[in-house]
Structure formats: C-alpha cells, structure tokens
C-alpha cells in the first residue's frame, strides 16, 4: 500500500480501545466499511492494555476488568478484518480532521513513535472519535522528579511489560481509579506503602442511589478491599502528598489530613520514607481536540473536564460526527462500550438505540455523576504551591510566574496565559498542565467556577483548539501543499 494512498470508507473510527471497537463492530456488522485508525500498536486501548501478541499471542486477561467482553469484541473485529468490512491502521495518529466540500471527513495520519506511515490520508463518509482520555494531573513541590508518574502510567507499565517501574509506591490523587493501580502494583510483586485518597468516602452517602443502579462496581470495590487486605495496603482517606523529596528521584513523600475543602489540617504531616514511585491520579483528561476542532459543542462535565455535546444516537451537532466514551464525559469501560455500539449502529445506517441501550446509559452516566461528585478536585490544592513550584514542565513555567502574570498582567485564561509565560508551548501542548493552568490563571482551583461557569469553559476550549494535536515531522508538513483537492 503507497504511503500517499487515499482510501474512501463508509464510516472512520478514531480509537480502538472499549469505545472504539464497540463502535468498529457495530458499524462494520451492519454493512459499513469501516477504517479504524489507533496510535497502539494493537486493539485494545488504554483499559485493555496487554503484553504485545506478538510475543505472547493468547493473553489470559490477568489484572483487567471486563476481559470477556474484549474477547468478544476482538472476535467480532477479527471477523470483520476476515470479510474484508473493516481495515485497521494501528500505530497511527490522526493529527488533522477537515471537510471536504461535498462533506466527507478528511483524516491526516502521522506514525506513532518508532513507525512507519502505512498511508497518508483516509476519507469517511462519518466518523466516530473515540480518543479516550489520560491522567490529569495536579502540580506540587517536587512532582516533577523522576519516579514520578500518573497513576495510569504505572498501570500501562505493568500491562504492557509485565513488570514494574521501581519497588516501593505511594498512589495519590482522588477517584475509584486508584484502587485498580494499587492492585495491579501489589500482584505484580510491588510494596505500595499508602493510598492517598483526597476524598472521604462519606461524600458517597448522597449518592447511594446512583450507585445501586451499577452493582458491578460494588463488586469490583469488594475484590479491591481483598487485594489491600491480601497485601496490606494503607487506604488513607482525606490524605493527600503535599510533596515530593528526592535528590536525584523520588525517594519520600510528606502526606498530611485534608479538610472538605482540601486544606491541609496542621499537625498531620507525617514523612513516608524509602518510596522510589510515586503515581499520581486526580481524574482524567478527555482527548477533544479532533472534535473541537470540527466545531462540537462543548460543556464543563460534573468533574471540571470539557467535554462534548451528544444526542441520544452519540451524534454531535457537527453532521456525520460521533462520539463516544471519555469525550463525552468520564464515566468507565463498560459506558464506553454501550456508547460506542451506539455511535457505530447510528453512523453506520442511522439505527437509534433501543430502550435496553439507553437505559444502561443513563444508569451509568448517572453512577458517573455521582463519582464525580464523591470524588472532586480539591478546592486549595493550589495552597501547597510554592513561588518556586514547577507548573508547566515542559517549559518550565514555575507557578510564581504564573500568579504574577494573573494579578499584574490580567491573563486570566490559559490562552493569554499562555501568550506571557509560554505555559502549554512544550511537547504536550499543555495536555499536562492545561487544567491546572486554566484554574490558576481563572483562580478557580477547582475548576467548575460555579459563579462563573463560562470563564472555565473559555479557558479549557481555548486549550483544546489545537490544530495539529500530534507532533508532526517537517517533512510530513511539507507535503501539505501537495494534497488533492476536496472532491
């Protein structure tokens, strides 16, 4: 296949985890030809992330939730490889989606690291995003020494090499998503020294109701509870890091007691010594930017994230585009799943869900809400910055340059942020500390500012309008002029 080659499809679908294969055998089950474009480097996503096949060709699913379903799903996808309905491109990124005149997608490709381009361009009559999210970090005194990670970058470690990244871990953030990374570090031979959740697991009282609507997850909080108490795993609730100490690494953290607002309660602090990781996780980032850039409406989610707008079919009020799992709201594998054979069934022939369908849904975006509301940022965890504090790693933007740029300049956005002190002009395009500078520039640590709702939502869109959302080399951008025109 030439590099240059342009191939038209039926339906494209970004993503080939929980969403993105859901939405690919849907849609490829009922006639469609489908194109499933997917930077790993085989099906499975972030959720089902496992050894390469490769390697080892029948993984028993160890350490996932969920693995039938993947099973089935892949068996599915495989099928429709077979019948021809359903080309796969893994190791791709998309970094450009445009329209062309008489209204087709347009998906420019770029290789994920270390590949080769495969082809250069795919055309669709509709598309489904399912780009998934990452972790969103907070920053502290010291979170930028090496040994630290997100939370999900030492889960996908451990899936994917069957091994750890150091010996001895503190997890610290908020949100269920803890527990599994916690596990995962404790079966596969790790000592995780503490759990730091920020929240205290009364704020689940009110919200009892939504979470009988989803008897799994009590289920899978039970086999939590057995694993912690298999491997004696400290769960200390209200606690967070207040920092991170190390010379050339990680190698202690200070914890203390928070209030409900976050605050540290002064005579709490405790040293935890001999810690070499340390994973933080405080919620997700959804990826919207491909969506954003199309013009999706967008809105602030119960957790602060900016999130995308659907109707009841996944569709956007962008004609021909579809969404599902984390761009429309954080809310689990198994939403993801019921989104994405939703969002495939409706690009492919416009089919509307059933009753059954929209039922799961709403249980499930429902439980959601209410993890979110358990589970808040909290509100002064930009007390424990210092003038000195690293915000914007990548260029090394220290958090007194940015309080100086809000009180003496007015950048009170993370786009004129952006403009005074270079926060989000790195590698990541402020994917890092996009959230965290949207709430420091605004002064909104939380960042659902419920007086002031629209100043959030300008401030995270404004971080999400990227153009070009994966790095490109000069050459790729060279051809650009070369391209065909629209048909």
């Given at each position: 296949?030439s590099?240059?080659?342009?191939?038209s499809?039926?339906?494209?679908?970004?993503?080939?985890g929980p969403?993105?294969?859901?939405?690919?055998?849907a849609?490829?089950e009922?006639?469609a030809?489908?194109?499933?474009?997917?930077?790993?480097?085989?099906?499975?996503?972030?959720?089902?992330?496992?050894?390469?096949?490769?390697?080892f060709p029948?993984?028993?699913g160890?350490?996932?939730?969920?693995?039938?379903t993947?099973l089935d799903l892949?068996?599915?996808?495989e099928a429709a490889?077979t019948?021809?309905?359903?080309?796969?491109?893994?190791?791709?990124?998309?970094?450009?989606?445009?329209?062309?005149?008489?209204?087709?997608f347009?998906?420019?490709?770029?290789?994920a690291t270390?590949?080769?381009?495969?082809?250069?361009t795919?055309?669709?009559?509709?598309?489904v995003?399912c780009t998934g999210?990452?972790?969103?970090?907070?920053p502290?005194?010291?979170?930028?020494?090496?040994?630290?990670?997100?939370?999900?970058?030492?889960?996908?470690?451990?899936?994917a090499?069957?091994?750890?990244?150091g010996?001895?871990?503190?997890?610290a953030?908020?949100?269920p998503?803890?527990?599994?990374?916690?596990?995962n570090?404790?079966?596969a031979?790790g000592?995780?020294?503490?759990?730091?959740?920020?929240a205290s697991l009364?704020?689940?009282?009110p919200?009892?109701?939504?979470?009988s609507?989803?008897?799994?997850?009590?289920?899978e909080g039970a086999?939590?509870?057995?694993?912690f108490?298999?491997?004696q795993?400290?769960y200390?609730?209200?606690?967070?890091v207040t920092q991170?100490?190390?010379e050339t690494?990680a190698s202690?953290?200070?914890?203390?007691?928070?209030?409900?607002?976050?605050a540290v309660?002064?005579?709490t602090?405790?040293?935890?010594e001999?810690v070499?990781?340390?994973?933080?996780?405080w919620?997700f980032t959804?990826q919207?930017?491909?969506?954003?850039?199309?013009?999706?409406?967008?809105r602030?989610?119960a957790?602060g994230?900016?999130?995308?707008?659907v109707?009841g079919?996944q569709?956007?009020?962008?004609?021909?585009?579809?969404?599902?799992g984390?761009?429309?709201?954080?809310?689990g594998?198994?939403?993801a799943v019921?989104?994405?054979?939703v969002?495939?069934?409706?690009a492919?022939t416009g089919?509307?869900p059933s009753?059954?369908?929209n039922?799961q849904?709403k249980?499930h975006r429902?439980f959601?809400?209410?993890?979110?509301a358990?589970?808040?940022?909290?509100e002064?965890w930009?007390?424990?910055?210092t003038?000195?504090?690293?915000v914007?790693?990548?260029?090394?933007?220290?958090?007194?340059?940015?309080v100086?740029?809000?009180?003496?300049?007015g950048?009170?956005?993370?786009r004129t942020?952006k403009?005074?002190?270079?926060?989000?002009?790195g590698w990541?395009?402020?994917?890092?500390c996009g959230?965290?500078?949207?709430?420091?520039?605004?002064g909104?640590?939380a960042g659902?500012?419920s007086n002031?709702t629209?100043?959030?939502?300008?401030?995270l869109s404004?971080?999400?309008?990227?153009?070009?959302?994966?790095?490109l080399?000069l050459?790729?951008?060279?051809?650009l002029d070369?391209r065909?025109?629209?048909?």
């Amino acid at each position: 296949m030439s590099a240059q080659q342009n191939i038209s499809f039926d339906v494209a679908v970004i993503g080939a985890g929980p969403a993105g294969l859901a939405a690919a055998v849907a849609a490829a089950e009922r006639g469609a030809r489908v194109a499933v474009l997917d930077a790993g480097a085989q099906p499975g996503g972030q959720f089902w992330r496992h050894r390469p096949e490769t390697v080892f060709p029948e993984p028993d699913g160890h350490g996932h939730h969920g693995w039938k379903t993947y099973l089935d799903l892949r068996a599915r996808f495989e099928a429709a490889r077979t019948r021809g309905t359903l080309h796969y491109l893994p190791n791709t990124q998309v970094w450009m989606v445009e329209r062309e005149d008489a209204g087709r997608f347009v998906l420019r490709l770029t290789p994920a690291t270390g590949t080769q381009l495969v082809q250069a361009t795919v055309r669709a009559d509709k598309l489904v995003s399912c780009t998934g999210g990452y972790d969103r970090q907070l920053p502290l005194p010291g979170w930028d020494l090496p040994g630290v990670m997100a939370a999900g970058g030492i889960q996908a470690f451990i899936k994917a090499n069957g091994a750890l990244p150091g010996k001895r871990f503190v997890v610290a953030g908020t949100g269920p998503f803890l527990l599994p990374v916690a596990a995962n570090i404790a079966e596969a031979g790790g000592k995780v020294v503490a759990v730091c959740e920020a929240a205290s697991l009364a704020n689940w009282l009110p919200h009892l109701g939504a979470a009988s609507g989803v008897p799994g997850k009590a289920l899978e909080g039970a086999e939590y509870a057995g694993i912690f108490a298999k491997h004696q795993i400290r769960y200390r609730t209200r606690t967070v890091v207040t920092q991170v100490l190390g010379e050339t690494g990680a190698s202690s953290v200070r914890i203390a007691k928070v209030d409900a607002d976050g605050a540290v309660i002064a005579g709490t602090e405790q040293l935890l010594e001999d810690v070499d990781v340390v994973g933080f996780g405080w919620g997700f980032t959804p990826q919207v930017e491909l969506a954003v850039a199309l013009g999706a409406e967008t809105r602030i989610d119960a957790d602060g994230s900016l999130v995308c707008v659907v109707d009841g079919q996944q569709a956007t009020n962008i004609a021909g585009l579809y969404l599902a799992g984390e761009a429309t709201g954080v809310g689990g594998a198994v939403l993801a799943v019921a989104e994405g054979l939703v969002a495939g069934a409706a690009a492919a022939t416009g089919e509307t869900p059933s009753a059954g369908a929209n039922r799961q849904i709403k249980r499930h975006r429902r439980f959601a809400g209410a993890m979110h509301a358990a589970h808040p940022v909290p509100e002064k965890w930009d007390e424990l910055l210092t003038d000195e504090t690293i915000v914007c790693r990548c260029e090394e933007v220290n958090h007194g340059s940015i309080v100086a740029a809000r009180e003496d300049l007015g950048a009170t956005d993370a786009r004129t942020m952006k403009s005074f002190t270079r926060t989000g002009m790195g590698w990541c395009q402020g994917k890092v500390c996009g959230f965290a500078v949207s709430c420091l520039s605004s002064g909104d640590s939380a960042g659902k500012q419920s007086n002031g709702t629209q100043a959030s939502h300008a401030s995270l869109s404004a971080v999400a309008k990227r153009p070009v959302v994966a790095p490109l080399t000069l050459g790729e951008i060279s051809t650009l002029d070369s391209r065909p025109p629209s048909a």
